[in-house]
């Protein structure tokens, strides 16, 4: 049986195993297939049937968390924690809220998670949770409530030399401050179980800007090493949470110019660079949408959903320069591709995860004049920063802003010289979706081996 034989059974396998799971077999399928050279360069990965084992979580938790709303209601909703791998580290990911959590999802994120968190060099494994709960619109005792009964679940598979969980989408400072208080309370410790936490009870400086600020040192990286910079370019950004307020803070502070953000709502462009400070008033303070930037910047445009349906490209309509995906899964699709090359945009570096299509990718690795960042990679800098956290909680130190952004910045170089490195190795330089795929398994596959049969 071939390489590639070997890889399509191993997908056909998970799709029975696992009906249903879209975006798992799509995280998998780039994955095994990126591994398809070193397969045939190391025999020892087919012989201790690592992707079959790797490709499996070592536990899947799915539970029900039942909460009340402020009339006094019965809600139930739906709670994940899939801890994937634990070979060279606990397990460490994040919490996602969001109506289309599901299990595929969780898994997808999971999954990802393993190998990201390879690439920073820490010790490290991948996990990833969650629930179908949304955040929008609930008062905060009833995102309180949530939070405590999710925690009387989860509290009995996390520690912090066991699993280690974090914010993501709809999880912010709010909800890991309510769910810390019931772990404490539930156990009787203050440990650093939980990372992203307020910075007067265990969190870290920069914490709240590491995966923006990561992914745009990524794509200096990227620059740099066609003797170019990101100076003077214009960026599309999409999202308006973490990552992309804080790409949009980094980039403004490296000299490029951010012209745009979006929400579920819909997107703004301002050609005189979105203003930082009116969007982190809107979506960190006031919490509402993007629509009213417009009150007060009269030259922006505001362009609501209904005007892109999907399929339509929204934010990558805009002329730029180098493109930030900055939101959700699958945000960018072939059609957006190939409008953003068409439009001049010669970079694209991913701050959410897994936020290209699989055809999307496929266009952009076949033209050689676009640098791409993939997520796995390039969206690193807020776990590693996590990393960083549970460092300093176990030494009981509180290190400077400045001291936690130059470790970011030196790991974000180490991630992209390992990438680029290991595409070289195999003959495609520059290939960085192949180079970190292969760098992030080698890591983990070779503790498997290492740690037996288990």
């Not at 699958?330 to 995860?353: P, Q, S, V, W």
């Not at 640098?371 to 400077?400: C, D, F, H, I, R």
Request: charged share 25%; hydrophobic share 35%.
């Amino acid at each position: 049986m071939s390489e590639n034989q070997y890889v399509a059974q191993v997908m056909e396998d998970l799709k029975k195993t696992g009906p249903g799971q879209r975006e798992f077999y799509q995280a998998a399928h780039e994955v095994l297939n990126s591994l398809v050279p070193l397969l045939k360069a190391e025999e020892k990965y087919k012989k201790h049937k690592i992707i079959e084992r790797i490709t499996i979580p070592e536990r899947t938790l799915m539970f029900r968390t039942v909460w009340v709303d402020d009339r006094g209601e019965i809600q139930t909703n739906v709670g994940y924690r899939v801890e994937f791998n634990s070979a060279i580290g606990p397990y460490k990911g994040g919490l996602r809220f969001h109506p289309s959590v599901n299990l595929g999802i969780i898994k997808f994120l999971g999954f990802e998670q393993i190998f990201k968190n390879s690439l920073t060099g820490l010790n490290i494994g991948g996990g990833k949770g969650g629930s179908n709960f949304d955040p929008k619109g609930k008062s905060d005792n009833e995102i309180m409530r949530f939070c405590q009964s999710f925690m009387n679940e989860l509290y009995k598979h996390i520690g912090e030399t066991k699993d280690v969980p974090a914010g993501d989408i709809g999880v912010g400072g709010r909800e890991l401050g309510f769910m810390f208080g019931q772990y404490k309370k539930l156990t009787g410790s203050f440990e650093g179980v939980l990372t992203g936490k307020g910075l007067n009870w265990g969190g870290s400086l920069a914490r709240t800007e590491a995966t923006g600020y990561g992914s745009v040192y990524f794509a200096q990286e990227m620059h740099s090493k066609q003797n170019s910079s990101i100076e003077g370019k214009i960026c599309a950004v999409s999202g308006a949470g973490n990552v992309a307020i804080y790409t949009i803070e980094k980039l403004y502070e490296l000299g490029a110019k951010p012209v745009t953000c979006s929400d579920s709502k819909g997107f703004i462009y301002d050609k005189n660079g979105i203003d930082l400070k009116t969007l982190k008033i809107l979506k960190e303070v006031k919490r509402v949408s993007l629509a009213e930037y417009i009150k007060t910047h009269k030259d922006a445009l505001y362009t609501p959903v209904a005007k892109y349906p999907k399929g339509k490209n929204g934010v990558w309509g805009v002329p730029c320069d180098v493109a930030f995906p900055s939101a959700t899964q699958n945000e960018l699709n072939l059609e957006d591709a190939k409008t953003l090359y068409n439009n001049g945009c010669r970079c694209i570096c991913e701050g959410a995860n897994m936020p290209s299509t699989l055809e999307a990718i496929e266009f952009i690795l076949s033209k050689k004049d676009i640098l791409y960042g993939p997520a796995k990679a390039a969206n690193a800098g807020g776990v590693a920063t996590s990393q960083l956290e549970m460092s300093q909680n176990a030494s009981m130190q509180n290190w400077s802003f400045d001291k936690v952004d130059g470790k970011l910045k030196q790991i974000m170089q180490s991630i992209f010289e390992n990438a680029y490195d290991t595409s070289e190795e195999f003959g495609v330089a520059g290939n960085l979706v192949l180079g970190a795929n292969i760098a992030g398994f080698r890591k983990v596959a070779d503790a498997m081996i290492d740690q037996g049969a288990v």
